[in-house]
């Protein structure tokens, strides 16, 4: 595995649970395949980097005490940010842990996919970072439009896949991302 690799775990986090929209559906197999990637970047040897959605009050806030890991995830993060935005490269200081530590790609997966993971992929692209976005490691709940029609969170997973693929990242899967870049790989 390219020591230039770091895994970055967004949101996953208790806080969710105490949302109105949070769903069980999915989450066994969400958490399924977040596991095998924390544990095979582990097994790698390449950096984890967990992020935190913090706000000032709610039950994103550090008081809530739901500022920690979504169980039953596992994790043993070797540096955790946190962040106010949905971009986990804006204001946390993630950049700069990246680059003085020769990152050169990174492998996205969390919670919400099409928020503050679709979000995080963009904008690590566009900074020059090759993105693995691994959407079946990435968890988000059913969403309404404006016409008043219900997108299932399958439908916003392959949304998100669609609009990213080729252009912000390559989309793998698990054993896809811990394997490494591929000729098929978007720059």
């Not at 969403?143 to 392959?158: C, F, K, P, V």
Request: charged content about 25%; some cysteine.
């Amino acid at each position: 595995m390219a020591r230039d690799t770091a895994l970055l775990l967004v949101d996953a986090q208790e806080s969710f649970r105490h949302r109105s929209y949070f769903r069980e559906e999915g989450l066994p197999a969400y958490i399924a395949r977040q596991q095998a990637l924390i544990d095979g970047a582990k097994a790698a040897g390449m950096p984890v980097v967990q992020i935190f959605h913090v706000e000032g009050t709610g039950v994103f806030s550090e008081e809530s005490g739901f500022i920690r890991a979504l169980a039953p995830l596992q994790v043993a993060p070797d540096i955790v940010f946190r962040k106010r935005r949905h971009s986990a490269l804006v204001g946390t200081g993630l950049d700069v842990w990246l680059t003085e530590n020769g990152i050169r790609r990174v492998i996205v997966s969390g919670i919400r996919t099409e928020q503050c993971c679709e979000t995080t992929a963009r904008h690590a692209s566009d900074l020059g970072y090759a993105v693995d976005y691994v959407g079946e490691a990435t968890l988000t709940f059913p969403m309404t439009d404006a016409a008043g029609r219900e997108w299932s969170a399958a439908e916003i997973r392959a949304r998100t896949e669609l609009v990213l693929a080729g252009r912000f990242a390559r989309i793998a899967t698990v054993e896809e991302a811990l394997a490494g870049r591929t000729d098929k790989a978007a720059a």
